[in-house]
């Protein structure tokens, strides 16, 4: 099946930075999804983006299909950003999700 | 437009009962997935159903597990005899008939004591 690969594992910031997470794939896929995990558990659609760039206020994503990779960029991070941050790739009928990237904001 | 509903938030049962999730698709979706997030071990697919059908269920467990989506009413995962090993977040996810963006629901919480 396919493999998807997320770096960096955990990340710490303090308020204010910027930050890029990357999402490795090992195949061809049609749909890839970025998600929040928030502290209460809940899952929060970030973008759909199966190719090209998105932006949605402080956050944007690059999908580059050709060359399976995904990026996640989080401007001007704030404490409310702290949480895990998946993505998933669509393979058939389902969402493959990687491990995750664990965020941690700093006041 | 209300998202994904899931019931109930938080499900306490003890070894061997049975446990009943329930997932109300957001309106004009017809398309239903099941998740399961262990500790440790991530997100993983279990199944996808449309209504009165099962259409893949490669991720569920042989047996103890079911799922079902009726022509009325809301989806329901069904777990028997639960086990301290079925304790995770139970996530339901919805999608259009073009099955392509996945909206998830809050997620019940099993914990089998």
């Known amino acids: 099946g396919i493999q998807v690969e997320q770096s960096p594992p955990d990340l710490i910031l303090q308020e204010g930075a910027n930050s890029t997470l990357r999402c490795n794939f090992s195949d061809s896929v049609n749909n890839l999804q970025w998600f929040h995990q928030n502290p209460w558990g809940q899952l929060i659609n970030l973008f759909y983006i199966p190719s090209g760039t998105k932006q949605n206020g402080r956050l944007s994503a690059t999908t580059v299909a050709t060359e399976r990779y995904s990026l996640l960029y989080i401007s001007s991070s704030q404490t409310t950003d702290s949480g895990v941050y998946f993505c998933a790739v669509l393979y058939g009928n389902k969402l493959v999700f990687g491990a995750g990237t664990i965020l941690r904001v700093k006041s | 437009n209300a998202g994904v509903m899931q019931n109930p938030r938080h499900l306490v049962r003890r070894r061997g009962q049975e446990a009943r999730l329930r997932c109300s698709p957001m309106k004009g979706h017809s398309h239903v997935y099941w998740y399961r997030q262990l500790p440790e071990e991530g997100l993983k697919f279990m199944v996808y159903?449309?209504?009165?059908?099962?259409?893949?269920e490669s991720g569920m467990p042989k047996e103890r597990f079911s799922a079902e989506f009726p022509k009325e009413g809301p989806s329901i995962l069904r777990i028997q005899q639960v086990v301290r090993g079925d304790s995770a977040a139970y996530f339901c996810?919805?999608?259009?008939?073009?099955?392509?963006?996945?909206?998830f629901g809050p997620g019940t919480r099993l914990t089998v004591t």
């Open positions: 159903l449309q209504k009165e059908n099962i259409i893949d």
């Open positions: 996810a919805s999608s259009p008939p073009d099955g392509v963006e996945q909206y």
